[in-house]
């Protein structure tokens, strides 16, 4: 069975620019979260899709940021225009049920770096 | 708002040698508990988990926690540490109820041969 993938697994960018991350989940999990780790800081929650839904996006810093996940399939992340402080790495994750007890399954992460 | 704390940033420790780290959660209800690591070059994954019973639990490769509920803590250990052990270990929380995690700011453990 194949894990959660994400692409690109590095990006490099100027400020201003736009930059888009893609995560696909395990298949069948209709829960997926992004997450993101600035450098030296802890790993924090992002949003939280059930399916194709927004359940919780009480995490995303501000409205630079754009979460899809058009028929609840793959997720994107766009930054648009990216800041120097958007540096850090962008994780996903899924799980199969929405409960709190279940496991949630980690992408690679993807290093985004800011100019 | 939940936060967690793990208490050293940085652990090194010689193979054989046994293993504590300290995680302490702040959550005003019942919560779920989990140690996560990530070895290098590889992806975060669940070493162990707590959300109910017996508060000693243990995990893969010969890891285990206990959650101690009056001092709000879930220390990870082991007896004796290998090379491969070398990674960083990450606590996390939610509550009852959501799946959202919140981690600890990660300790990176280093095991010399």
């Known amino acids: 069975e194949a894990g959660v993938t994400q692409f690109p697994s590095h990006s490099v960018i100027e400020k201003g620019q736009t930059v888009t991350l893609r995560c696909d989940p395990i298949?069948?999990?209709?829960?997926l979260y992004w997450y993101r780790r600035v450098m030296g800081k802890e790993i924090k929650f992002l949003l939280h899709f059930v399916k194709e839904s927004k359940q919780d996006e009480s995490g995303m810093p501000n409205n630079r940021f754009l979460a899809e996940r058009t028929g609840g399939t793959y997720s994107t992340l766009k930054v648009q225009p990216a800041e120097l402080e958007d540096s850090g790495v962008y994780f996903c994750a899924s799980s199969h049920l929405r409960q709190g007890t279940h496991e949630q399954f980690f992408g690679p992460g993807t290093r985004l770096t800011v100019l | 708002a939940q936060s967690v704390s793990q208490h050293n940033h940085h652990v090194i420790l010689s193979e054989a040698a046994s293993l504590e780290l300290g995680c302490n959660y702040s959550?005003?209800?019942?919560?779920?508990l989990f140690w996560y690591v990530q070895y290098p070059g590889q992806h975060l994954q669940l070493l162990l988990k707590?959300?109910?019973?017996?508060?000693l639990v243990k995990g893969i490769k010969g890891f285990e926690a206990e959650f101690i509920k009056s001092k709000f803590s879930f220390n990870l250990r082991k007896p004796s540490v290998q090379w491969s052990d070398t990674a960083e270990y990450f606590c996390a929380v939610n509550g009852l109820g959501y799946s959202t995690l919140t981690f600890g700011k990660g300790t990176m453990l280093l095991v010399s041969p």
């Open positions: 707590y959300f109910s019973g017996d508060p």
């Open positions: 298949s069948g999990h209709d829960n």
């Open positions: 959550y005003g209800g019942t919560v779920n």
